[in-house]
């Protein structure tokens, strides 16, 4: 088990005592026994966590750069996708609940593609990157 996985138990399990020692006491919060249970369903999840090997900080934050990185490319790829479409005669429907339906002309066609090229500008190229190196040895040393 890694040095943070222990960290994260041992933080938490310090927060239910804590939160445990309060209840019946002259300074505990009216829900103070629902907290002190809440608390210590969260030290459960950690620790479950822990035993099924899904806590680890450097997994959580590779899934959440893999997830990041695969919204960004979905919104590239769909900026991309509307600039190619974006024509003269072509409708957009803006909106879902209540939709507005516009018909391009050539001018409001032209309009959008430099909107959309400036959009991709902005939304630019993602600093960060994942790699894949070592990653069938996760946490083994730390056991």
């Known amino acids: 088990m890694s040095e943070k996985t222990v960290k994260a138990i041992m933080e938490q399990a310090q ?3 804590s939160s445990w020692s309060m209840v019946g006491g002259p ?3 009216d829900d103070q026994l629902e907290r002190a249970e809440d608390e210590k369903l969260e030290l459960e999840k950690i620790v479950k966590g822990a035993l099924e090997g899904s806590v680890g900080a450097p997994q959580e934050v590779g899934e959440m750069i893999e997830a990041l990185l695969a919204w960004h490319k979905r919104q590239t790829d769909q900026l991309q996708l ?6 003269e005669g072509v409708t957009l429907q803006l909106g879902t609940d209540d939709p507005v339906e516009i018909m391009l002309t050539k001018d409001m066609a032209k309009g959008l593609r430099i909107g959309l090229v400036l959009a ?3 939304l630019g190229k993602l600093p960060i990157t994942v790699s894949h190196d070592g ?3 996760t946490d083994s040393d730390d056991e």
Do not use: G, S
């Open 120 to 122: 991709v500008e902005r």
């Open 27 to 29: 300074f505990a919060a």
């Open 82 to 87: 509307i600039t190619d479409n974006a024509k």
């Open 15 to 17: 927060v239910f005592a």
């Open 135 to 137: 990653d069938d040895d």
